[in-house]
């Protein structure tokens, strides 16, 4: 079982729409998760970053945190064909001082005009 | 102000030859990474540099693959007898320190095509 598990889509809405993104993690001991947004030909950039369980809303952006079921989520309102990108869940180990980010599979997401 | 800087951007090589990559860091980051990014997948995590600490090297696929930062600043991903499945997007990222609160920043990428 991977450490963290997304599905990839592709997801395509039009726009205006309330967009959700999800991903699933093994290991209870994870503790911080981000998500990153990546566009075409791009290196990947940190939209969110939670800690505890509960919502964590930033503009238009707000990422959910459910801990007793292992579930993070990204949801995006009102979403605009600039939101159209891949989108990558992220959480370090929970080994303390480990130094990496694992990372989901990414979901591609296209916002329609 | 400058970001991440990867070079080259692109670049194709023939199987069985070697390539180097490199990566210029933010400005005054001591936490240095490289991930790997196949078509249609996740970001795989190659290795991470701190300081002077030792790097870990954990995420490395084989042999074939090494890195050095010299100086503390910039870092150089070598891949010596590229086969195929080595293509991919080759990222590198900085942060002020570890990851623990540190925002991570990517650069752009270098892509690499294995003919």
């Known amino acids: 079982q991977k450490e963290v598990e997304q599905d990839p889509g592709p997801l395509s809405v039009p726009e205006g729409a309330i967009v959700s993104l999800n991903c699933t993690y093994s290991?209870?001991?994870?503790?911080?998760f981000m998500w990153y947004r990546q566009y075409s030909r791009k290196g990947p950039e940190l939209l969110m970053y939670?800690?505890?369980?509960g919502n964590k809303e930033d503009g238009r952006f707000t990422a959910q945190v459910d801990k007793s079921s292992k579930y993070i989520s990204l949801f995006i309102r009102d979403s605009q064909p600039s939101d159209s990108a891949t989108y990558l869940c992220?959480?370090?180990?929970?080994?303390?001082?480990?130094?990496?980010?694992?990372f989901g599979q990414g979901t591609r997401l296209t916002i329609n005009p | 102000g400058a970001g991440v800087s990867q070079s080259p951007s692109n670049k194709v090589t023939e199987k069985g030859k070697d390539v180097e990559l490199r990566c210029d860091p933010i400005?005054?980051?001591?936490?240095l990474y490289w991930y790997r990014q196949s078509l249609g997948q996740g970001l795989e995590f190659l290795i991470y540099?701190?300081?002077?600490?030792?790097?870990?090297k954990s995420g490395l696929p084989s042999d074939r693959f090494s890195a050095e930062r010299t100086g503390g600043s910039v870092s150089t991903l070598t891949i010596q007898r590229t086969q195929q499945e080595d293509s991919a997007v080759y990222l590198c990222?900085?942060?002020?320190?570890?990851?623990?609160?540190?925002?991570?920043?990517f650069g752009e990428g270098s892509w690499l095509t294995v003919v």
């Open positions: 290991n209870s001991a994870f503790q911080y």
């Open positions: 990222a900085s942060s002020l320190q570890g990851i623990g609160g540190n925002t991570i920043y």
């Open positions: 992220a959480t370090p180990p929970g080994v303390q001082g480990a130094q990496k980010l694992v």
């Open positions: 400005s005054g980051h001591t936490a």
């Open positions: 939670t800690y505890s369980s």
């Open positions: 540099f701190q300081g002077n600490s030792a790097p870990d």
